[in-house]
């Protein structure tokens, strides 16, 4: 066993890329990486000691936790024993039960509710004939997702009036669903809130979100100010409070003629934030870090006036080991390159809104080369 040191050791269930950036930011501060995934070619190996177990081997669990001072997650899909075995001999992250809700779209709905926090108007699935009257409240204008593992689009269905149920149904055999009725929004947001174990709480400013087929593409940030930005902090904190969160928890929401509806909470760092890297005083890695050692949380401010960040899905764009433009930054996560998962984003940051935009189309320029 590694004897513990003033530096203290931050162990990650699960090695992906958010691992990998939390412990890159998590390195100038003196903190030393354990990342634990069943994949031998997690890229957070890339960055620090990777332990390759599944989430089931306790053995492997007993020897990381006993390693680390705190963990914490690089994904909400962890399974909650192996985060409530690794809780009982080190401290954690935010807490496990936290994490039981977030897998789960019905738990998570049904706190929303209990706090009286809008969302899409829903129905549990977990039947055929439950589809049908789910479809047909929903006018056939809607999304059926899975309640567990879904995650960037996948394990979602788009039901519309074309939608052939029984075919639908036949194909994705059975399993436990809901269906949320269509929200026509304006735009899509979400809030970062970082909270540390004192309940102190900072908001980063408010990203704007656009996706494609469920996946993330674009963050830009600061979104537009308007009438429901008071209130989307307002429900953030709700839900933090409620929790006793500790950490970055994020929470993406729908803005529509009528007010914002929630769809759901990341508890974790998340993509929506990988501007704050360059674009915040303080990253969103280092203010989760922070927060779950109790430190005290870094400045959420800007650190120029705008930011925006696109991702890079699929394939790493030629030219980004290329090229060198001022306010332009690459991230190549290490990762192969597959349809539709994420291998990399670009960072743009920029004093002004028209900066910001000419300096978007010239990294749009050069992501096509
Ligand atoms: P999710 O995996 O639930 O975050 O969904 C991914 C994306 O699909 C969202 O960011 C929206 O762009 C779209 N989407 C999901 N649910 C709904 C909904 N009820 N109404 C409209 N769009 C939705």
């Known amino acids: 066993m590694t004897e513990k040191t003033v530096f203290p050791t931050i162990g990650i269930l699960g090695g992906g890329q958010l691992a990998q950036m939390l412990a890159l930011d998590g390195y100038p501060l003196g903190f030393r990486f354990i990342f634990f995934d069943p994949t031998a070619d997690a890229c957070a190996g890339l960055v ?7 989430y089931g081997n306790e053995i492997a669990l007993d020897e990381f936790a006993k390693k680390c001072d705190f963990v914490t997650y690089d994904f909400e899909n ?11 001999r080190s401290a954690i992250f935010p807490h496990p039960k936290v994490l039981e809700i977030a897998q789960d779209r019905l738990k998570e709905k049904l706190l929303f509710k209990s706090l009286d926090i809008p969302i899409a108007e829903f129905h549990s699935v977990d039947s055929y004939s439950e589809l049908l009257f789910a479809a047909k409240s929903c006018g056939h204008d809607g999304f059926l997702k899975t309640r567990r593992l879904g995650y960037d689009g996948k394990g979602q269905h788009r039901i519309t009036e074309k939608t052939d149920l029984k075919e639908l149904w036949a194909e994705i055999d059975g399993g436990s669903f809901v269906l949320e009725h269509a929200v026509n929004f304006i735009r899509e947001i ?30 830009l940030v600061p979104a537009k100010p308007s009438q429901v930005s008071a209130t989307a902090y ?10 006793s969160y500790v950490g970055v928890l994020v929470i ?5 003629q009528d007010g914002l509806y929630i769809n759901e909470m990341a508890p974790r ?18 203010n989760h870090l922070r927060a779950g050692m109790g430190l005290s949380i870094g400045s959420t401010q800007m ?7 696109i991702n890079w899905i699929g394939e790493i764009p030629k030219i980004a080991l290329n090229t ?3 306010g332009i930054y690459w991230h190549i996560y290490g990762k192969q390159e597959r349809k539709g998962r994420k291998v990399g984003h670009s960072t743009v940051v920029a004093d002004n809104a028209e900066d910001l935009h000419k300096k978007v189309v010239k990294l749009a320029e050069l992501l096509q080369k």
Not at 304 to 309: D, F, V
Request: proline share 2%; net charge negative; with cysteine.
């Open 234 to 243: 307002e429900y953030a904190q709700k839900i933090a409070d409620t929790l």
């Open 78 to 88: 962890v399974p909650v024993e192996a985060a409530e075995f690794v809780a009982k």
């Open 303 to 309: 650190s120029l006036g705008y930011s925006a960040m």
């Open 190 to 219: 979400s809030v970062i809130v970082v909270r540390n174990v004192h309940g102190e709480t900072q908001f980063y400013p408010l990203c704007e979100n656009k996706h494609k087929n469920g996946i993330l593409t674009t963050t």
């Open 252 to 256: 993406e929401m729908f803005e529509t």
């Open 48 to 54: 620090g000691d990777l332990m390759v177990a599944d």
């Open 269 to 286: 760092v998340h993509n929506s934030g990988h501007w704050s890297i360059e674009g915040a005083v303080t990253s969103q890695f280092e």
């Open 324 to 326: 060198k433009e001022k």
